[in-house]
């Protein structure tokens, strides 16, 4: 696995699913910032229909606009469909994640805690989705809302070093010593 950040924001980025899963998966997706996202969903229920808005499309997406999306999430499909699905997505050159079926992803989403800003992940690389979700929590009480602000206050800090004239390995020397000098993280 290669772990990297993605800015949803520059890619276009499908969702197909049902039920519960597809739910979730929206959330994560709205979450992480997906302005352009499509869903599709056979049987939406109305709290689903209502969390996608303008954003449900039909159905399931046409082989059109498959070859058009950089990114293919499936959530809450069967098997069979899953595996067609995911099929015709990399046959038009999308990558994709198919929930809890890790020989059908080409990525796995890890479990995330969002502080503004500050993204911090924990991955299994599939292999324990609840051990994922587990450190997520315990994360979230180490890192709680204040980072959110923290990291805005280091970011404006390192603007000021950087207009200084500091270089990158100084900058970082003073980062370690702001974050000491706050106790941030005694």
């Not at 352009?36 to 303008?54: D, H, I, K, N, R």
Request: glycine share 12%; aromatic share 6%; hydrophobic share 40%.
């Amino acid at each position: 696995m290669f772990p990297i950040l993605l800015d949803l924001g520059s890619l276009k980025v499908i969702l197909v699913g049902e039920g519960e899963a597809a739910g979730k998966r929206l959330a994560v997706l709205d979450d992480a910032g997906a302005p352009g996202l499509e869903v599709y969903s056979s049987a939406p229920s109305p709290a689903f229909s209502t969390q996608t808005g303008s954003r449900l499309k039909g159905a399931r997406p046409s082989e059109e606009a498959l070859k058009s999306a950089d990114i293919v999430f499936l959530a809450g499909l069967g098997d069979r469909e899953s595996v067609a699905l995911a099929g015709k997505a990399r046959a038009a050159g999308t990558l994709v994640n198919t929930e809890d079926v890790k020989p059908l992803c080409d990525f796995h989403v890890p479990s995330v805690v969002r502080r503004g800003d500050l993204v911090i992940s924990v991955s299994t690389g599939g292999k324990s989705p609840g051990l994922a979700r587990r450190l997520r929590r315990y994360l979230e009480g180490l890192f709680g809302p204040e980072w959110a602000g923290r990291l805005d206050e280091l970011g404006r800090q390192r603007r000021t070093w950087r207009s200084e004239g500091h270089e990158l390995a100084e900058i970082g020397q003073k980062t370690d010593a702001y974050i000491e000098e706050k106790g941030w993280l005694s």
